[in-house]
């Protein structure tokens, strides 16, 4: 059972038996229960001991009921006393500690000495002066602090009316203010009111009298004359035109099995064009301003002629009309380093910190994707295709924002570049050309001659003939559409190529340089 006091009788405690102690030997500094109690007044060791009870014993203070019996040192029961040390001693202290010291008394005669002294009569007395002293101090600050609370009630009273007669008063003056305002309001509105509906009235006036004036309020009435010629189309034209059949030779030729004695109709067959059949025809050169100092590494070209560049170096996006004017869109914060039209009036542009936007008639930024080390860059119904520095080919969805990674390429370099065409794209990253589906499974990979420069712009042709810009080596490489075959076509007329772009419908390549030029040239297919 857990003790209520929270001292346990030590002698059952011995035992293993849990009993709260009703009773305290000093001497043996241990807690009794009742039972073991009656043994401890019987024992002949113990019958001379004074005990007291727990309520008394919890009474004491700390400093009188840590006071041991105890040697803590030796573990001996303290039986001397030494004046010279003024130390109490057990027999071990004795032999170990004051062999030297006179005058050792043993504790039964110093507590007789000490009953009949008349220092402890003093000590008593001046521990009741104590007692009567605090008593004294206790009530005094009693009663001192019940004057204090009372203070503060009547001066918390006094601040609570005084705060109700200044409110009331500032409650005064605002209604006061208020009924001032709201009247030099009315005045001033009224006075504005008037003099705006006099500046509108003279307005109507003198527009009313501008009506009479111009004839704008006389009658109107419609008349409708028919010509005469008219009546003579019945009589002079008898039909809307004439129809005939003109015969022109066939495209189809008979072809004579003599095996099986059949004939068969076939179209002619046009043969595929080829890598070989490619001639280079220049054409001009695009003119710039003198005073432009531009670096093109990214262009794009719209069906009608449009051109949009980015001059990287000089962070600026620019405009070549068809009629060949000049025009800058935008200067911003970053480089440029690739474009792609989105619709005829709104491109995307490319960064290192993200891509942008842009509409080109109010040269405005409408959007921003935030997309780390992009370069090349180009759009497929609704989507972005961009390479992302050491992470590969992004798509983009615009309507939703959804980004996937659709190739992963840790091995994408700066200035890597794309074309999308027959639902495959084109890649370049310095000496690699590669083509992946719409899905980004590879179809095919070829790595260039480190001799012939690093690959840059690229574009294809109707025929699936893929065209790279080869930098460095001022030449084009011609790619088979399987990718199998590779030709080197010297440029000779344009130099530091870097950007391609192919006009299938006029059969024009664009060559856009480091330099600032852009040369034109057609595309010649042979036989």
């Not at 009658?219 to 035109?241: H, R, Y």
């Not at 192919?502 to 390549?509: D, G, R, T």
Request: hydrophobic residues 35%; charged residues 25%.
């Amino acid at each position: 059972m857990a003790s209520s006091s929270g001292v346990v009788c030590e002698i059952c405690a011995a035992q293993h038996i849990t009993k709260s102690a009703n009773y305290w030997c000093p001497e043996c500094e241990e807690g009794l229960c009742s039972e073991c109690q009656k043994h401890h007044s019987f024992s002949k060791g113990t019958r001379t001991h004074d005990i007291i009870s727990i309520e008394n014993y919890l009474k004491l203070s700390t400093a009188i009921s840590k006071i041991t019996s105890y040697c803590n040192e030796h573990n001996s029961k303290y039986q001397n006393y030494c004046p010279h040390r003024d130390k109490m001693c057990c027999p071990v202290c004795i032999s170990d500690h004051h062999k030297n010291c006179c005058g050792l008394k043993s504790l039964q005669e110093i507590v007789k000495i000490s009953k009949a002294s008349a220092l402890l009569e003093s000590t008593e007395q001046s521990l009741e002066d104590i007692m009567y002293n605090f008593d004294i101090i206790m009530k005094d600050r009693k009663q001192n602090l019940t004057a204090i609370q009372n203070q503060r009630k009547l001066f918390h009273a006094e601040i609570k009316q005084i705060r109700e007669k200044v409110n009331s008063h500032l409650d005064s003056l605002e209604e006061q203010i208020l009924l001032k305002l709201n009247k030099a309001e009315k005045e001033i509105k009224s006075f504005f009111g008037s003099k705006l509906l006099e500046t509108e009235a003279e307005t109507e006036k003198k527009y009313l009298e501008l009506l009479f004036e111009d004839r704008s309020l006389h009658k109107n009435e419609l008349k409708c004359s028919i010509s005469e010629k008219i009546s003579d189309i019945l009589t002079t034209i008898t039909a809307f035109g004439s129809v005939s059949i003109e015969t022109s030779q066939s495209s189809i030729v008979l072809k004579t099995d003599k095996e099986k004695h059949a004939q068969t109709l076939s179209p002619v067959a046009h043969p595929p064009k080829s890598i070989d059949n490619i001639r280079f025809s220049f054409k001009s050169k695009l003119l710039f301003p003198n005073k432009q100092q531009l670096c093109f590494h990214g262009f794009m070209a719209s069906p009608s002629g449009l051109m949009v560049l980015s001059d990287t170096p000089g962070c600026r996006l620019c405009i070549m009309n068809p009629n060949g004017t000049f025009d800058l869109i935008k200067k911003g914060l970053n480089c440029y380093n690739d474009i792609t039209f989105v619709d005829d009036s709104t491109v995307a542009a490319s960064t290192e910190n993200a891509i942008e936007i842009i509409n080109i008639h109010s040269k405005v930024t409408a959007r921003k994707i935030d997309m780390r080390n992009c370069y090349g860059i180009r759009y497929y119904n609704g989507k972005l295709l961009c390479n992302v520095l050491l992470r590969g080919i992004h798509e983009i969805h615009l309507s939703n924002g959804k980004v996937k990674n659709l190739v992963i390429q840790k091995d994408l370099g700066h200035w890597s570049y794309l074309a999308i065409h027959n639902e495959k794209i084109y890649q370049t990253s310095n000496y690699f050309i590669r083509c992946y589906t719409m899905k980004g499974e590879k179809l095919w990979e070829h790595i260039l001659d480190p001799k012939l420069g690093r690959a840059r712009g690229i574009t294809v042709d109707d025929n699936g003939i893929v065209f790279v810009a080869q930098y460095y080596s001022n030449s084009i490489a011609l790619f088979s559409p399987d990718g199998q075959r590779c030709r080197q076509l010297q440029i000779n007329d344009t130099k530091e190529l870097w950007g391609l772009h192919f006009n299938a419908i006029k059969n024009l390549m664009t060559v856009g340089c480091v330099n600032g030029t852009i040369g034109l040239y057609d595309i010649l297919y042979t036989n």
